[in-house]
């Protein structure tokens, strides 16, 4: 473990009886960057992020949070983060919670009203938590995860329930975190999100992680469309053509992993057998490709 | 030490906002204030066919006055309050888990053991407060009346005062121990409250009516149990009752005053035990 690592998990396995809810699983988070922990409901982002507070023993291997065991006092100071939603005591108003938290951590109130500022909620703070919308609740637990100014903030699926502005806003606030030095996990089932705002990523599948690298990495090159008549001739032009690494046929259209250099020759290519081309356009692969793509390898694996 | 003082100003800043608190608290003072003096005043001031039979006027007044404050106080234990605390503990130690606070709670900063103590400290803090609350109120009752009647207004002295209070504060603290323990092992607040009731109310007494009457060999079985025990403290530190007045209903002798004051506590040490090693070792999930 390096002075720039903040959490590292090494072979962490959590077994309720016979099944196993998170199997053999290791990441590590860096200092400083928006980690992205991804996977399907139910795939052991939230087990796994329960055991980094310390909230779930795991059954065995090594979990080291900010150079120290989960769950240690001067550990959970340092750390903000919102579990499986947000659960605050639903008689107190937004601020009376934020007043309680600051207690139970001792880390005073001053930093309350800017808290309820940044997650926009400064207008009903006064407000019972009762009273809330679902949307409203979750920024409140961003806010409680931020009242601690803390190192690392943990965020378990922070835009559920939001509308699509209320998702930007987050997007938006957990990037800031990460462009102002602070380290944050991030689970999501979504695949934008992660894309959109997150260094890294792991992704876990049914207990396992299936992959841990750069957003950059897992989504690859970009891939080349084209939607051209008859498919049969076009399919057998771009065979014979040997700077097209990969082709796939998608319903109407075709995607090629062909170096941008080479865009020209194969539409001249398409073109000189007959065929009709109606587009040529460049697309990035989305990571929702990618994570299909994975996953389902892993499962003809199983 | 520091963590454990910040869990309790958390929980007692919670508590004073709390509805389902003060409710029980007003439930108690009602309670307290109908069954120990408007009741038997009544029955002193009206025309003799009062609630209370086979004691004389002058008697009935003699336990509304302020030197029995310690009897018309702790008389409502065993029927009401006791039962008030024990859902009183289960709500602050319970509600937690049906509003999925607890890990809200323990990823703030303090540990585990830390979290526990400073609720249990809350909680101890409470009950001392609602029971000076009866206190004191029993006070002003008792002294509207002794006024109203031209009859002394004389206190007990500052250690039965003091020992009548002790005796409250540990009967409670029992109550709610067993509440807060119920509401921690079964991580609720329905259940705890429910069984603790059934108990505090129903089975005790009927076990307590068996050993005394057709199976004495129950006996060593009831002398452990926390109401009868309650009830044996209570009436330790309680001051000869006007003639022809019998004891409230709960209050006892069945077991020796040193024994009741050592068992009530131990209920206390126990549940807390329990309470903290259940809390310790189970995931939250």
């Not at chain 1, 931020?146 to 378990?156: A, E, I, M, T």
């Not at chain 2, 009866?134 to 005062?161: H, K, M, N, R, Y």
């Amino acid at each position: 473990m390096t002075a720039e690592t903040v959490v590292e998990v090494r072979e962490l396995t959590k077994t309720y009886g016979e099944v196993a809810a998170v199997d053999q699983v290791s990441l590590s988070v860096r200092r400083g960057e928006v980690y992205g922990f991804l996977g399907p409901n139910g795939a052991g982002k939230t087990t796994t992020l329960r055991m980094l507070l310390g909230l779930i023993r795991p059954t065995s291997g090594d979990l080291m949070v900010l150079g120290r065991q989960p769950g240690d006092a001067g550990v959970l100071a340092r750390i903000g983060s919102m579990i499986e939603g947000p659960a605050f005591y639903p008689f107190l108003s937004g601020r009376a919670n934020l007043q309680v938290m600051a207690r139970y951590a001792g880390s005073g109130s001053s930093k309350i009203d800017e808290t309820l500022e940044t997650v926009d909620l400064a207008s009903r703070g006064d407000d019972k938590f009762s009273t809330y919308s679902l949307g409203m609740k979750q920024r409140l637990g961003v806010a409680a995860a931020l009242l601690k100014d803390p190192d690392l903030v943990v965020l378990d699926e922070p835009t559920n329930g939001l509308d699509p502005a209320g998702m930007r806003d987050m997007r938006a606030l957990i990037r800031r975190l990460g462009d102002s030095g602070r380290t944050v996990i991030l689970s999501s089932h979504m695949l934008g999100e992660v894309q959109q705002i997150c260094d890294r990523v792991g992704v876990i599948n049914a207990g396992r992680m299936v992959v841990e690298s750069t957003v950059d990495e897992l989504r690859g090159d970009s891939e080349l469309v084209v939607r051209a008549t008859p498919a049969d001739v076009v399919r057998s032009t771009l065979d014979q053509l040997a700077y097209v690494q990969s082709i796939r046929s998608l319903d109407d259209e075709v995607r090629l992993r062909v170096d941008e250099r080479h865009t020209g020759e194969v539409t001249r290519a398409l073109v000189l057998a007959g065929v009709d081309v109606r587009e040529v356009r460049r697309i990035d692969r989305q990571l929702e490709d990618v994570f299909f793509e994975i996953t389902a390898k892993e499962s003809s694996h199983a | 030490m520091p963590d454990v003082l910040n869990v309790t100003r958390a929980e007692l800043f919670k508590l004073v906002r709390r509805p389902a608190a003060w409710t029980l608290l007003a439930a108690a003072a009602l309670l307290s204030q109908v069954f120990g003096y408007l009741i038997p005043y009544l029955s002193f001031a009206g025309d003799g066919s009062g609630p209370i039979e086979g004691a004389s006027k002058d008697a009935i007044l003699a336990s509304t006055l302020p030197d029995q404050i310690v009897a018309s106080t702790l008389g409502g234990f065993p029927v009401f309050a006791g039962a008030l605390a024990l859902v009183f503990g289960a709500l602050v130690l319970g509600s937690e888990y049906g509003w999925g606070t607890v890990k809200t709670v323990l990823t703030q900063r303090p540990g585990r053991t830390a979290v526990l103590a400073g609720q249990a400290v809350a909680l101890a803090m409470s009950v001392a407060v609602g029971v000076l609350v009866l206190f004191v109120l029993g006070a002003a009752s008792s002294t509207a009346i002794a006024l109203s009647q031209g009859e002394s207004t004389a206190f007990p002295s500052v250690l039965d005062l003091l020992g009548g209070y002790g005796a409250g504060v540990a009967i409670m603290l029992m109550w709610a121990g067993l509440g807060g323990a119920l509401g921690v092992v079964l991580r609720g607040v329905a259940l705890p409250i429910g069984l603790g009731v059934v108990w505090v109310l129903g089975v005790e007494n009927l076990i307590a009516g068996v050993a005394s009457s057709v199976l004495t060999a129950l006996r060593p079985l009831r002398d452990v149990m926390p109401g009868i025990n309650a009830g044996s403290l209570a009436s330790a530190v309680m001051p000869t009752r006007p003639p022809g007045l019998e004891s409230p209903p709960g209050i006892n002798s069945d077991v020796a005053d040193g024994r009741a004051l050592i068992t009530v506590a131990c209920y206390v040490v126990v549940c807390l035990a329990v309470a903290l090693w259940t809390y310790r070792r189970r995931d939250v999930a």
